[in-house]
C-alpha cells in the first residue's frame, strides 16, 4: 500500500531559521507528491507540489524536490518567519488508487521573533 | 467567492444526537471528500463520491452516512453521536487524477459533551 512517513514535531524554531522538514513515501505506480500547510482554525491548503522525479515545486519562500532515488520529498526554506507557524502536511496520489490521497501525519512548526 | 464552504463551522451537541455538515464547492469539480481530524492534527479520510457516486468508504461506523444530491454537494449525517466523534471534519473537493490538488473547506468543529 501507500503510505507517508515525515517529521515527527513539533517543531520550534526562532525566526530567520532554515527549515526542513523530511518525508519519505512508499508507493505503488508513480505518485504526485504535494505539500500542503494548515494554518491555525483554518483548513489545508496547498503550498506546492510536484507531479514527476526531479521535478521542484516552490511557493512563499518553500521548495521541495521530488526525488524518486530516495523516495523523498523534504520541504525547505531558507528564513522562517512568524507568519509559517502552521501544521505540515505531507501527501500523496497515484492515478491507480481511486483518488484517495495519502497524508503524513503532519508537523507542527512554531516561529518564534 | 469561498470554493468549498461547510456549515456549521462549530457544532456543540449532546451524545445520542443526530447532527448534520452540509458542503458545497463552486469550483467544478468532480470529486468530494469527507476528511476527520483528530485533537493531535491526524487527517483520516472517510469517504470519497465521484460525480455523485460513492468511490472510497473507509472503516467508518455506519452512524455516519454521506449523501451527494449533485456533484456540487456532498452532505455528511451522523446519527447518535458518541464522545469519540468529537473532531473537526473538513469538506474537500479536487478533478479526479493524481496530479490535482485538492481544495479543503475551513472544516465543523464538532463537540460532543
Avoid at chain 1, 496520489?93 to 483518488?99: D, E, H, L, Q, W
Wanted: aromatic share 12%; glycine share 8%; proline share 4%.
Amino acid at each position: 500500500g501507500n503510505s507517508v512517513t515525515q517529521m515527527e514535531g513539533p517543531v520550534t524554531l526562532s525566526e530567520e531559521a532554515f527549515l526542513t522538514i523530511n518525508c519519505t513515501y512508499t508507493a505503488t505506480g508513480y505518485p504526485s507528491l504535494f505539500w500542503y500547510v494548515q494554518y491555525p482554525g483554518e483548513g489545508l491548503q496547498l503550498l506546492l507540489k510536484a507531479t514527476k522525479a526531479d521535478d521542484k515545486g516552490s511557493n512563499k519562500g518553500f521548495e521541495a524536490t521530488y526525488r524518486k532515488e530516495t523516495t523523498s520529498f523534504h520541504l525547505e526554506k531558507g528564513s522562517v518567519q512568524v507568519s509559517d507557524s502552521a501544521v505540515y502536511f505531507c501527501a500523496l496520489s497515484v492515478n491507480t488508487n481511486a483518488g484517495k490521497s495519502t497524508f503524513g501525519d503532519g508537523t507542527t512548526l512554531t516561529v518564534k521573533p | 467567492d469561498t470554493a468549498v464552504s461547510q456549515t456549521p463551522k462549530y457544532l456543540v451537541t449532546q451524545m445520542g444526537n443526530d447532527k448534520s455538515i452540509k458542503c458545497e464547492q463552486n469550483l467544478g469539480h468532480d470529486t468530494m471528500y469527507w476528511y476527520k481530524q483528530d485533537s493531535k492534527k491526524f487527517l483520516k479520510i472517510m469517504f470519497s463520491y465521484n460525480n455523485k457516486e460513492l468511490i472510497i468508504n473507509e472503516t467508518v461506523p455506519n452512524r455516519f452516512s454521506p449523501k451527494s444530491p449533485d456533484k456540487a454537494h456532498l452532505n455528511l449525517h451522523i446519527n447518535s453521536l458518541e464522545l469519540g466523534d468529537s473532531a473537526v471534519y473538513f469538506c474537500a473537493s479536487s478533478q479526479a487524477g493524481s496530479g490535482n490538488t485538492i481544495y479543503f473547506g475551513e472544516g465543523s468543529w464538532l463537540t460532543v459533551v
